[in-house]
């Protein structure tokens, strides 16, 4: 078949991207044409996303690649868990929140005294985190807002439906919000109502893989072409992360690896024991109906926190590349801190937090930047090496090499620390993973010949390079685990 390019969008947390992806029988390339800051936005002690000027960034960019070449198809992906709500009128009623705000403390454990955690997770599988969509919306249980709202569009679809006109519920990030069976893979209606949640603003699930609709008028004058359909793809972008892991077979687990880390593995269905519930892992849904059994990892937005909070400061030599290169000589293991501590998850200054984590644990307290620095790295690496390992055993599976995409996978100081800590081979990269996989699902709804993960992860292969870590041996990373507790 002709080969096929399509505008990729990929929505982070920290920044988003439009890439012009071109696949072909042999060939798949990305090309950058437009990258924007992005983060949640304070007012008077709520944190919003700012969706408006997104939905401008994403024209921006997708006008860029139409400019630039044939245009195919749009996709969108973003992180997961957030939404707007639509009025009867089809208006956006108010700013989506990000899941960084306030606003849910305390929200699970009113739920709880409904809904069990054990029940919870018997329908959806997912690790307790005090974001996710369910509890969002328990917070606004009696406002003005929820009672107009007619319809609930998590962020892809939100953007999707301003391009489109068309509203639906992509399935892998429906799986993200805590009202979706992971067992009958359709909405649970019941939990919805036994929270006292409208449970009719659930809009109809879509496929990843499927065409949406083309882009109404207004974009197509904007973006400067015609009738371009829209393609629904893993719009979680940990769903098309994962589907751009260049995996050869089984015995992988994998690290997407940008402001939040997802860690974890690739199943065909999901582990609902009690050992999984415990341990607190997730069970979401993936492209083609796999399952991705992981665990979400505070991740490398402490890091870039911490960069924003010593530059506000003025510190000089506070660069990522500087702090790097420092970490990389600075003492190791010297201190070690729980990176997924509730603490570290609102915006604010994580340095002073690390230091409080390390004195409150009996840790030395790291003094310098590049000190916290090589505490936020070592700390990351033992949270992954924990968590790969408890995903193994929870799944019986055994684990012989590990993945690490995203934009941490041009850290090359976390990837050796992670393969050390692991004893597994590291194979870093695509760091651009989720645009990837969001642009092959696209070629395939197009009608290229990719007829399962596997196909595509062999054409990521084939025009990609990783780089390998191998482990060392030396540092006595089961001692530094035992500190942890
Ligand atoms: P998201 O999609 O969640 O916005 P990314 O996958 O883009 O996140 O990853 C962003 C993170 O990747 C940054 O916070 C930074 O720590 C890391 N990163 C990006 N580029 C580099 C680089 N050149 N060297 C080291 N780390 C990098
Ligand atoms: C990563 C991610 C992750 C979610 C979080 C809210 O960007 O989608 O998978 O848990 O954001």
Redesign the pocket.
């Known amino acids: 078949s002709e080969p096929v390019r399509v505008a990729a969008v990929d929505l982070?947390?920290t920044s988003g991207r439009v890439m012009a992806c071109r696949v072909g029988a042999r060939t798949l390339h990305l090309e950058e044409l437009h990258r924007f800051g992005n983060g949640a936005v304070p007012v008077r002690g709520s944190l919003y996303w700012d969706v408006l000027g997104i939905h401008r960034e994403v024209l921006v960019g997708v006008r860029e690649v139409a400019r630039t070449g044939a245009l195919h198809g749009i996709g969108i992906d973003?992180?997961?868990?957030?939404y707007g709500l639509l009025d009867r009128d089809g208006q956006l009623l108010g700013n989506p929140r990000s899941?960084r705000d306030s606003r849910t403390d305390g929200v699970p454990t009113e739920v709880r005294k409904t809904v069990s955690d054990a029940e919870l997770y018997d329908v959806t599988g997912l690790q307790q985190?005090s974001?996710n969509t369910v509890y969002q919306l328990a917070s606004e249980l009696g406002t003005p807002t929820l009672e107009s709202a007619e319809r609930l569009l998590l962020l892809p679809d939100l953007l999707t439906y301003w391009l489109t006109g068309e509203v639906g519920a992509e399935r892998t990030n429906a799986s993200?919000t805590g009202l979706y069976d992971v067992r009958t893979r359709e909405w649970s209606l019941d939990l919805a109502k036994r929270i006292g949640l409208p449970w009719s603003i659930l809009p109809p699930l879509r496929e990843p893989g499927t065409v949406v609709g083309p882009v109404v008028d207004e974009v197509a004058e904007y973006v400067g072409a015609a009738g371009v359909p829209v393609i629904s793809v893993g719009s979680?972008?940990?769903a098309s992360a994962v589907v751009g892991v260049p995996a050869e077979e089984g015995s992988f687990a994998y690290i997407?690896s940008?402001?939040?880390s997802?860690v974890g593995l690739e199943l065909d269905g999901p582990v609902l024991s009690a050992e999984a519930r415990e341990a607190d892992f997730t069970n979401?849904s993936g492209v083609d109906g796999t399952i991705r059994f992981l665990k979400?990892v505070m991740g490398l937005w402490v890091l870039s926190e911490s960069v924003r909070t010593w530059a506000d400061k003025r510190l000089s030599d506070v660069t990522l590349p500087a702090l790097l290169a420092g970490a990389e000589t600075a003492p190791a293991l010297r201190t070690v801190v729980d990176i997924n501590h509730p603490r570290l998850l609102t915006p604010g200054d994580m340095p002073t937090r690390i230091q409080e984590l390390a004195r409150e644990a009996g840790e030395p307290i790291p003094r310098t930047p590049v000190a916290i620095t090589r505490t936020l790295l070592d700390s990351l690496a033992l949270a992954y090496r924990r968590n790969i390992r408890l995903a193994a055993t929870l799944a019986g599976r055994d684990v012989d090499v590990v993945h690490l995409v995203g934009g941490g996978s041009q850290n090359a100081l976390l990837c050796q620390l992670t393969a050390d800590a692991l004893g597994v081979p590291v194979l870093a990269g695509p760091a651009e993973a989720a645009a990837l996989g969001n642009g092959l699902v696209q070629a395939r709804a197009l009608g290229a010949d990719l007829p399962d993960l596997a196909a595509m992860r062999a054409l990521i292969r084939r025009t990609h390079d990783v780089r390998r870590y191998e482990p060392r041996v030396g540092l006595d990373w089961d001692a530094a685990a035992s500190r942890l507790g």
């Open positions: 982070g947390a973003s992180w997961a868990v957030d899941h985190l974001f993200t979680h972008d940990t997407s940008g402001t939040w997802l979401e979400n």
